[in-house]
């Protein structure tokens, strides 16, 4: 008995949380080519009163509304505004009151989905995700970011549970821009990238299969991008379409709170405090997978960082994701702009923190302006310091 106690007791000195609850994955995922009508009567298992959060979606849901209504359901709709941020869910959650919702169903894009399942999991509903685009993974993951209604990164909340049921309807999905794929894609390969680095050398079993999840999902984007994307609807534009909303949430989903994202997000919170809306979450996080190289080349010398970000470029360049800030919209940033994107970026609690070497403001946005610089490291960053932003940004 008493050895059983010491043991209990070492152990939990020995594990950083003791108690372990994870959200790996959706209770349910329906996915193919118009699957959308018949997923319909899986909406009815989980409530009757659906209110169903969308952005510009509206056809969408009108399309949903007569199935709805064919099951007996009784859906209202509203939608998210200017952004998942506080006076949206403020407004959602007192829509759902009002219409006595039983479960909510978010039809949309990132933003749409973060909000209803926010909104659900402060109602302790459940929720519905149908997404409108391959742009992220919010479809999947147990997290909503939480932005101001001028698409400034605010905060991020862990959700309790992974969504209830998750519609992947290619047809939906083939509707959306191509550009939104293609955020899909920065988005995902940051999984690697940021993975590798805060969590690679950790021995949990499950974080070792997330990271490595990480690497096959990448491997899977090097390799099939370039093809999906010239044939959008093709089986290989879906494989790439599961890599992005699905794969990339199982790496989330296993790899939990210690798996998390490093420099690239930060990098992409700090960006959407001077960019708004001009462009999308995974366009500014693949620019921000090439400043984390850039810091991992220039601070630690690290040569693998140098070979990767050069692979990265040639493959950006093919399907179309942005290599430096005027691609992001950002070719007139002011210095003190850049500065107030650095300065976030390196806040106290950043995740950037979880790169295994201090990073110092001056740094980082040498970093930003040289993401398309040649591999010589060391010298570049100290010419891209004295010659200025609009020599290095051509
Ligand atoms: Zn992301």
Redesign the pocket.
Known sequence: MDTQLFSHQTLSTQTSSPSFTLAVAPAKVIRGSGVLSGAVAEIARLGSRPLIVTGKHIATVQQMQPLLEAQQLHPAQASYGADCCEASLKSLKKAAKEHKADAIVGVGG?KALDTAKLVAHQLELPVVTIPTSAA??AAWSALS?VYSPEGAFLYDVALSRCPDLLILDYDLIQTAPQRTLVAGIG?AI?KWYEASVSSGHLQQTLIIAAVQQARVLRDILLQKSTVALQQSGSEVWQEVVDATVLLAGVIGGLGGAQCR?VAA?AV?NGLTHVSGHSSI??EK?AYGILVQLRLEETIQGNQLAATARQQLLKFYAEIGLPQKLADLGLGNITLSELQTAAEIALAPNSDIHRLPFKVALEQLMAAMVSTTAPTDSRDSTSRVLTRGIDEVEE
């Open positions: 990132g992220t993974c970011n988005d940051a994202t997000h992409h979450h995974g996080v």
